[in-house]
């Protein structure tokens, strides 16, 4: 992992999050779909079935790309935050993975089961899909996927201060981090929680985007700084 790799891969997740999310918006009416009754909403994915695994399959690399983009990132700085948001990252990146990649590998079989003229095993396919969602969707990849990504984003922050930006870029981190955060609520349809939390993630794409630059065109500074006090050189 190197300074220009890393950046590659923060820009790429983040585009590759937001075209994917784009793109379900349109084909699926995603994520408000989810809102809709079980059968509704797998007589949906039958609908465009292909087009809503492929795009799923690329939110979940968009995920995993968080992997090495935590130990790319982790390189930065000897800090103590530092050392404790590799591992968040990479558990971020694993949690989401599993959640999102239930859509092109579990969903097609309940779809197909709840269209069954078989009414038991159209309504095992609809309960299968709803405790799917609610284990692999809500609780693993959504509650933990908004703790560990926030907490990542806030060590990040904690460990670099102010060596790679000014207040801006922190401030930018830490509203987006506490915004998506706030996703935790979405199970209690607390008024705005939703859109705080899309707001959230549309500035941590940003925010991820700004720290690719940043990587890029900011001048490593020597290893023999205070360690957690300065951006440190990467070399593979």
Do not use: C
């Not at 590759?16 to 994520?31: D, E, Q, S």
Request: aromatic content about 8%.
């Amino acid at each position: 992992m190197n300074r220009k790799l890393t950046a590659a891969l923060l820009v790429a997740a983040a585009v590759l999050t937001n075209v994917a999310f784009t793109a379900l918006g349109t084909v699926f009416n995603y994520p408000d779909v989810l809102k809709e009754p079980v059968g509704d909403v797998l007589t949906a994915f039958r609908a465009a079935q292909a087009t809503v695994m492929a795009w799923f399959a690329v939110l979940a690399v968009s995920a995993a790309l968080f992997a090495p983009i935590a130990v790319g990132v982790g390189r930065l700085s000897a800090h103590l935050a530092m050392r404790v948001a590799v591992p968040v990252g990479i558990a971020a990146a694993v949690v989401q993975v599993v959640g999102l990649s239930r859509w092109p590998l579990l969903v097609p079989g309940y779809a197909a089961d709840a269209a069954s003229t078989d009414p038991a095993v159209a309504a095992a396919g609809r309960d299968s899909f709803a405790t799917a969602h609610l284990i692999l969707g809500n609780i693993v990849g959504e509650t933990f996927g908004y703790l560990l990504t926030a907490a990542w984003t806030l060590l990040v922050l904690v460990a670099l201060g102010r060596t790679i930006a000014g207040r801006w870029f922190s401030v930018l981190g830490t509203v987006s981090a506490i915004l998506i955060l706030a996703g935790v609520l979405s199970p209690l349809d607390l008024p705005a929680i939703d859109l705080a939390n899309f707001a959230g993630y549309v500035l941590w794409s940003v925010w991820l985007v700004a720290f690719a630059v940043l990587l890029v065109r900011r001048p490593r500074q020597d290893r023999s700084a205070p360690a957690g006090s300065a951006l440190t050189g990467v070399r593979s």
